[in-house]
């Protein structure tokens, strides 16, 4: 075996390198969008970032970070290598698995030697499926930045090859190193993510099979039983358990004994080891049976691992049924109990790793979210319950409402079901007084009308109710639902609701959860990919395709017809022709099939595709309209079906086998006959030609060198803003790269960037107090006792009808006040939602938030209803606290410039509006009433400071580079149009102006206004072309009657015909859309985005009304369409419908 083990080991190593290399070529220089911003710079300084935390990767982006020698521009790159070579690290292991599997079914156990035909099989099977996986497009996105999914992949083929290491030496003395080894590994990827508990099932199954001579569908049931089991005990007894054990130590140290914080904590390890190691010392030297009985009992029990749930009765069962086996047993079975207790150490070793939360989050970082520096702060970090629950084998449909109950008085108080105490650290009001934890409330769930209860319940969101029936057709069917009920619990008034059936709820679990968010990502990888764009069900974004015409047209329509930017000119336009997929099911095939241990084999591979797929799908129960897709938590699944497609190679080789003995009427060829190197020969080249295939695909749209527009778009936002701002930000993509800038790159420290959706957490609005770097803290009148325990969560309106503003600071104080009023279901209240700020004009001059000559337009008070923002009936905590951080500066005058970033959505302006103006990323608050913005919606713009900041300041995310050729996806698409955005809004804003100065005749700064304008035009198209990012909706049209407005106010004529062109442009490109629009039958058409219908329907009759208009032949552009395949007559229908509308 030693020629085998040499070209094993070699061709695995291969695997690693041409990993590696396409990883580190196609790398992402810096950050990326979405979480690997927060993610490197958690890396970076050790901070803590979202629930429920990942502190190994944490410290293994440490290390990779120091091989940037201190240039922080590199820091990112550093971070996001250590994935690739992760990634690099996955693929090796992954070919030593498959090798593995082959080898066991075509070579004997007690062979010395391996023919060159099997050494083919084997290996072509290695290189095919390792190299598929490697070029996949899932696993290829995770694989080039900095993100906890490369290092979850690395973890879950860790311990998957680890077991098979251990199958093959299952009969030595010291095998059990292994088992240690797997656990220890279990510990530490449950501190990355919690997917590689999954892999459990596969891992009990290869230990029953390998120890078991006589194995039976039973035994195998049993043993996925056991597995079941095992991870229960970790997922719900040992996670959730340590912690539990923990905050006892922790309440008796602190409160009882008066230690500080945290010293609980620290008792209970020690302890906990020590209680450990007298049991494996005991174990080990045998010598007292109590000994081992009172350790083992003492140590599982101090573990947490047989608390599960809130009740005390399941640990105090699991803990009665140890001690029944450890005293009751004829004779222990010292070896399992060994195993299970070392096992359980060496997991808690890993998991302890969670320290590090507790220590960087008491250090206070400025990324310290949750704040978990106490053990009851850090088990609701770890449940992740700021996310909510969502329910999974029973529970609430989608139109339950919460019941509420009527008292004596006649008031409606919610009905709760209560859990156990939840505990804070008490609210100092200065830091001299003791450290204790103070009840704050019970755990507690909202009870809901119980009609509207199901089985299995997978519509579930009453946000989401519209795209149910969208996804199902549903009807339901009609219940009156209970809303309303005694003290008694008795129903005194309900209300008409609509129940799905179980058969729409299946039907949405398999058509949306299984098959969309599941299948469909499946084929993206092993099938083909229609391209780049997030899908929700459309028959023009996102779906899988095979490049096969009769497969891909009657479930989409002619893709031949599909509009450039959608198909071939989209780079994540993938086609694989079904290749991978057909190898991957003849390698199952061939695998189940084979024999006995083919079978136990195939049992083995499918519940680890099974358990890190579809298991995941039941698990997440996802509702429609996910804000991305979600294919990277699939990876383990696509990871096991490249094990079938490698194995492919092996039944091909079998097929051809077959068929070369029936052409020579034998059903066998012999192996020692030349000849039977044919069929592996040819299989082991179809098995490189398939990855090959793949590559020629994937490569351009996984290939991120060059592109840093995270980084340089987030740093156009922190550019916008003057000294020492305060910027509202709202999503990931406007928050996290901003973090990033600031954080890595020391990119404005000055500014206090503002999360709105954290600041709706009275953890994150302590965060805002404190200083960062050159940051002041951000002041505001309320203290961390008005809004602690959750106090202030949500505030309603006490409106009487006043039509006078009051004070916003005014009302403010009455909301925090201790004997502020309370509405009847004993929540707070604001006097009023009509509120103002009152404006020392003077005072914003000084500090330059308007000009001199601005004075004399500004309002002396900033008036807006509360009402018009994102809750009519009241106010966050994060809108609050957004109020009073605005209020309180510009009361201190202006100190603080606070700003809007340009993506925050309408509904989080507070009403304020018509008081901002655009400054480039940003709107800033201003005391300048602008009566347009209440008539069209359309922001006011500094043009000044605007066009200084976009010409100046901003970056361009290596667009800019002449000839490049980088990749940007949907989301970096969307984030090019947003910075177009900015530039085409200064652009009008700047057009308007030159027009009033026009109409004043002053010819000087209407020359001036209409240059500037053409600037940014001409900056706008150099610097983010077309080519690399094709213009949103809209934003043609706007630039050519921009060209246009500017050629006929100046006199240039080629301005305006540049206009003209530019529009004709635009109608011969959405003329393509049409096209596909009409070729679609009605269900697919009805499919299509309501963006897509307004395109076919009025857009392209827009733009041609607008052609007309500019001096175009509308006419004759007609007949072009009409001869380019358009239905002409189909259009002037559907604009008079329309008209008719």
């Not at 020690?270 to 010392?281: D, M, N, T, Y």
């Not at 940014?1016 to 049209?1037: C, G, H, I, T």
């Amino acid at each position: 075996m030693k020629r085998y083990n040499i070209v094993n080991n070699s061709l695995g190593w291969l695997c690693f390198v041409i990993a590696a290399v396409t990883y580190l070529l196609t790398l992402e220089p810096t950050a990326s969008f979405w979480d690997c911003p927060e993610f490197i710079t958690q890396g970076y300084k050790l901070e803590i970032g979202h629930p429920p935390g990942n502190p190994i990767f944490m410290l293994a982006a440490r290390f990779a970070v120091n091989f940037a020698f201190g240039d922080v521009t590199k820091v990112a790159l550093m971070v996001n290598a250590m994935s690739a070579l992760l990634s690099a690290g996955t693929i090796l292991l992954l070919f030593w698995t498959i090798t593995h599997f082959v080898k066991k079914l075509i070579v004997a156990d007690d062979a010395t030697e391996v023919s060159l035909q099997k050494m083919l099989v084997i290996m072509g099977s290695g290189l095919c499926g390792a190299l598929v996986y490697t070029w996949s497009d899932t696993f290829w996105f995770s694989a080039v930045e900095g993100e906890v999914y490369a290092f979850s992949s690395f973890c879950t083929a860790l311990v998957v090859w680890l077991i098979l290491k251990w199958e093959n030496r299952a009969d030595d003395p010291s095998s059990d190193r292994y088992l240690i080894l797997i656990a220890y590994i279990i510990g530490v990827s449950i501190a990355v993510h919690l997917l590689n508990l999954l892999c459990i099932p596969a891992i009990v199954l290869v230990i029953y099979y390998r120890k078991w001579k006589n194995t039976t569908a039973k035994g195998s049931l049993i043993a996925l039983g056991v597995s079941a089991v095992i991870v229960g005990l970790i997922l719900y007894g040992l996670v959730p358990g340590f912690i539990e054990i923990s905050q006892y130590f922790e309440l008796f140290f602190v409160n009882t004994l008066g230690w500080s914080f945290n010293s609980g904590v620290l008792v209970y390890a020690v302890i906990l080891v020590a209680v450990f190691v007298w049991a494996i010392a005991e174990l080990y030297k045998g010598r007292s049976l109590n000994g081992v009985r009172w350790s083992v009992l003492l140590a599982m029990v101090l573990s947490g691992i047989f608390f599960i749930g809130d009740s005390l009765w399941i640990p105090v069962l699991l803990t009665a049924l140890l001690a029944v086996y450890l005293w009751m047993a004829p004779r222990l079975r010292t070896r399992v109990l060994s195993i299970a207790v070392v096992s359980v150490l060496v997991i808690f070793v890993g998991y302890s790793s969670y320290a590090l939360l507790l220590i960087r989050s008491s250090a206070n970082p400025p990324m310290n979210q949750n704040t978990p520096d106490n053990v009851f702060d850090l088990a609701s970090y770890l449940n992740r319950e700021q996310y909510g629950d969502r329910p999974l084998l029973y529970g609430n449909s989608f139109d339950a409402d919460i019941i509420y109950r009527m008292d004596s008085n006649g008031n409606y108080l919610p009905v709760y079901e209560e859990g156990p105490a939840e505990y804070s650290k008490v609210a100092k009001a200065n830091p001299s007084e003791p450290d204790k934890y103070i009840v704050t409330g019970h755990k507690r769930s909202a009870v809901t009308t119980p009609e509207l209860n199901m089985l299995f319940p997978r519509m579930y969101s009453g946000a989401h109710a519209g795209a149910y029936r969208d996804w199902t057709g549903m009807t339901g069917t009609p219940v009156d639902g209970t809303l309303i009920v005694a003290d008694d619990g008795t129903p005194i008034h309900t209300q008409p609701k609509i129940k799905p059936t179980q058969a729409e709820n299946l039907r949405f679990f398999l058509a949306y959860q299984l098959n969309h968010m599941y299948w469909r990502y499946f084929m993206w990888n092993f099938a083909g990919r229609q391209n780049d764009i997030a899908g929700n069900g459309e028959p023009n974004h996102g779906n899988w395709i095979s490049g096969i015409p009769v497969i891909d047209n009657p479930r989409l329509g002619d893709q031949s017809l599909l509009p450039y930017e959608e198909g071939e000119g989209n780079k994540g336009h993938n086609v694989f022709y079904l290749l991978p997929l057909l190898m991957g099911i003849i390698g199952l095939v061939w695998q189940a099939f084979h024999s006995k241990r083919g079978i136990e084999q195939f049992w083995v591979v499918f519940f680890l595709f099974f358990m890190t797929g579809i298991a995941i799908v039941l698990y997440l129960n996802q509702t429609p309209s996910q804000p991305r897709e979600r294919d990277y938590a699939f990876a383990g699944s696509f990871y096991s079906f490249a094990i079938w497609v490698g194995m492919g190679v092996a039944g091909l080789t079998a097929a051809l086998r077959y068929l070369i003995g029936r052409a020579n009427k034998s059903n066998k060829t012999n192996e020692a006959d030349k000849s039977a190197l044919i069929p592996a020969g040819i299989a082991a080249v179809v098995g490189i030609l398939v990855p090959i295939q793949m590559v020629s695909q994937t490569w351009d749209d996984h290939d991120r060198s060059g592109r840093y527009t995270a980084r340089d778009f987030g740093m156009n936002y922190l550019n916008s803003l003057d000294p020492n701002a305060i910027i509202f930000t709202n999503g990931d993509n406007d928050t996290f790269p901003l973090w990033y800038a600031q954080e890595v790159e020391g990119v404005r420290t000055d500014v206090k960037v503002v999360n709105q959706s954290y600041l709706t957490t009275p953890w994150y609005v302590n965060m805002m107090k404190e200083p960062s770097y050159q940051a002041r803290g951000i002041d505001m009148l309320a203290r961390p006792t008005d809004y602690a325990y959750d106090r202030l969560q949500f505030a309603y309106f006490d409106n009487k009808g006043d039509s006078v503003p009051v004070d916003a600071l005014t009302a403010l104080r009455a909301l925090y006040s201790p004997t502020s009023a309370n509405n009847p279901q004993g929540l707070p209240m604001i006097p009023t939602s009509l509120v103002s700020i009152p404006v020392d004009v003077n005072a914003a001059v000084k500090a330059g938030r308007i000009t001199p000559a601005e004075a004399q337009r500004a309002e002396n008070a900033i008036v807006t209803n509360l009402a018009n923002g994102q809750w009519k009936e009241g106010m966050s905590l994060g809108n609050t606290i957004s109020l009073d951080m605005l209020a309180t500066s510009v009361r201190n005058g202006w100190n603080r410039p606070v700003y809007f970033a340009l993506t925050v959505p309408d509904e989080y302006y507070l009403g304020m509006s018509p008081y901002m103006r655009l400054t480039g990323m940003a709107y800033e608050v201003t005391p300048l009433f602008n009566e347009t913005t209440l008539a069209t919606g359309a922001i006011d713009v500094d043009t000044d400071r605007a066009y200084r900041n976009i010409t100046e300041r901003y970056r361009w995310g290596g667009l800019d580079v002449p000839d490049a050729d980088i990749y940007l996806d949907e989301t970096v698409r969307r984030m090019v149009t947003s910075t177009r955005l900015s530039i085409l809004n200064t652009a009008e804003a700047l057009v308007r102006e030159g027009l009033d100065a026009q109409d004043a005749n002053d010819t000087k700064r209407a020359s001036e206004r209409f240059t500037k304008a053409l600037n940014l035009l001409n900056l706008m198209e150099k610097k983010l072309p077309v080519r690399l990012s094709p213009l949103a909706f809209q934003d043609a049209q706007t630039i050519a009657l921009l060209y246009n407005e500017i050629g006929r106010s100046t006199g240039n004529k080629k301005l305006v015909e540049k206009g003209l062109q530019t529009m004709r442009d635009e109608i011969m490109r959405y003329a393509g859309n049409v096209r596909y629009y009409q070729s679609l039958n009605p269900t697919q058409y009805a499919a299509l985005q309501n963006l897509d219908k307004y395109i076919d329907q009025t857009y392209l009759i827009t733009l041609l009304s607008y052609y007309r208009e500019m001096g175009g032949d509308a006419e004759k552009l007609l007949a072009e369409l009409q001869s380019s395949g358009v239905d002409v007559g189909r259009l002037a229908r559907n604009a008079d419908r329309a008209n008719a509308d």
